[in-house]
């Protein structure tokens, strides 16, 4: 009984109505025709001309079914009162004739048996009442209707029983059309390949983009709290020896935590808006502007770092391709981050622009004589096994954020023991960057 007049079948019956709603201007234009072709007359008068103005509409429906946002607005209407999977329906206007013909198939069938089943439902209900109140009502039992069973000579107690079976064979005809489109919208209105291959192109681009909102905010936010946390520790030890000390790791901690509130901030624009290039956006830090700082900040808080940086060729880092610089400071701010947090000083850091090897150099042209490799090394000692810093492990949220960034370019990163020490080596291609 509730598949036949439960919730979900009742609004099937909805959508059935609604289609036989839609299929009205296209059958009274369809009447029209017809009367005129018949001579003049009123094809409503007339059963047989009804139908064939029933029957002529549906290619009408079809052919103005190929054009216009059909196919959208029959998911809406499928996914709400159907009851049929979002997943199994296609989203957006259908694109290849080959979609556009499918939603015309189902446009057909929606308003052809809605306009079947919203008559029935005018049409029956009144006749099947009158029947069922025949017994009961002395003047309906005068009333001749044509036909002898439900004519005075009937027996008045027959009327009733072909009432309740008229409703009853509403009833089901209206779930049997309900079942049968939800049954049929999957395949005509189901995705196609193309459907299919665009949504998973936008679900990866999806993917990529919170894979990277996901790396500036491991990177910035990570960064600094591992850089405060340090500052904040060696202040308070050197608080009564060195003053001096303490004023500068306070000034880098106030530096560190507003700079990375501004990272934040850009990072949280984009979230919000989906625009990398918000006019009032922090720029993202690059080799060229903010390395020095990111190593007087690290620094400051009591880590010795050497740095050895050779540009090469390019003279300074703001020859580099911006992207280039952008993705180089990020893996050596995760390089610090990473020995801050799981081992100690001194760190050695060596960046340089080198000739390139490998593909980079198979790809370079006669004509491209910019320099095609940057390499950036980075070691450390790890921490003492008494220490209770957390140890590495060689595939943490910031390395492989660090790797994905290097693949981006064509590059590469490797990090793990290497003697005595921790290395973290990334090499990234030059060659094709846009400055």
Not at 141 to 147: H, N, Q
Not at 381 to 404: K, M, N, Q, T, V
């Amino acid at each position: 009984m509730n598949r036949l007049l439960g919730a979900r079948a009742r609004w099937r019956w909805v959508h059935q109505i609604l289609g036989g709603a839609l299929l009205m201007p296209y059958f009274l234009l369809m009447q029209v025709v017809v009367g005129v072709v018949a001579g003049g007359v009123n094809a409503l008068d007339s059963a047989p001309l009804s139908l064939l103005a029933y029957a002529l509409c549906l290619p009408l429906v079809a052919a103005t079914a190929l054009f216009g946002p059909v196919r959208p607005m029959s998911v809406a209407a499928v996914r709400a009162m159907c009851g049929v999977p979002g997943e199994a329906l296609a989203d957006g206007p259908a694109t290849s004739w080959a979609a556009r013909g499918r939603a015309s198939a189902w446009w057909t069938l929606h308003l052809g048996t809605g306009a079947l089943i919203s008559g029935m439902t005018l049409a029956v209900p009144p006749m099947a009442v009158a029947l069922i109140a025949v017994p009961f009502v002395g003047r309906l039992r005068d009333v001749r209707l044509g036909y002898g069973w439900f004519s005075t000579d009937a027996t008045p107690y027959a009327a009733p029983l072909v009432g309740i079976g008229l409703l009853a064979g509403l009833v089901l005809c209206a779930a049997g059309a309900g079942w049968l489109l939800a049954r049929t919208a999957p395949v005509l209105l189901g995705p196609t390949p193309a459907d299919r291959l665009a949504a998973a192109e936008e679900r990866a681009s999806d993917l990529a983009v919170r894979n990277r909102l996901a790396r500036e905010l491991h990177d910035a936010v990570g960064h600094a709290l591992s850089a405060v946390t340090l500052q904040a520790a060696a202040a308070r030890r050197m608080l009564e020896r060195d003053p001096e000390f303490v004023r500068e790791a306070l000034a880098a901690i106030e530096d560190t935590t507003r700079r990375t509130v501004g990272e934040l901030d850009a990072v949280l624009g984009l979230l919000r808006d989906g625009d990398p290039a918000r006019p009032d956006a922090a720029p993202a830090p690059t080799l060229a502007t903010d390395l020095d700082g990111l190593l007087a900040r690290t620094r400051a808080g009591g880590t010795t770092v050497t740095a050895h940086q050779d540009p090469g060729p390019v003279g300074d880092w703001a020859g580099l391709p911006a992207i280039a610089s952008r993705e180089a400071y990020r893996i050596v701010q995760e390089g610090l981050s990473n020995a801050l947090r799981h081992g100690t000083g001194p760190v050695d850091l060596r960046i340089r622009v080198r000739a390139g090897s490998g593909t980079a150099a198979a790809t370079a042209t006669a004509q491209d004589t910019a320099p095609r490799e940057l390499e950036i090394t980075m070691t450390n000692p790890p921490a003492a096994p008494d220490d209770d810093r957390e140890p590495r492990s060689g595939g943490g949220r910031g390395l492989r954020g660090a790797a994905e960034r290097a693949a981006l370019l064509g590059g590469s990163v490797e990090a793990g023991p290497r003697g005595d020490r921790w290395r973290l080596r990334a090499v990234l291609p030059l060659a094709g960057g846009d400055r």
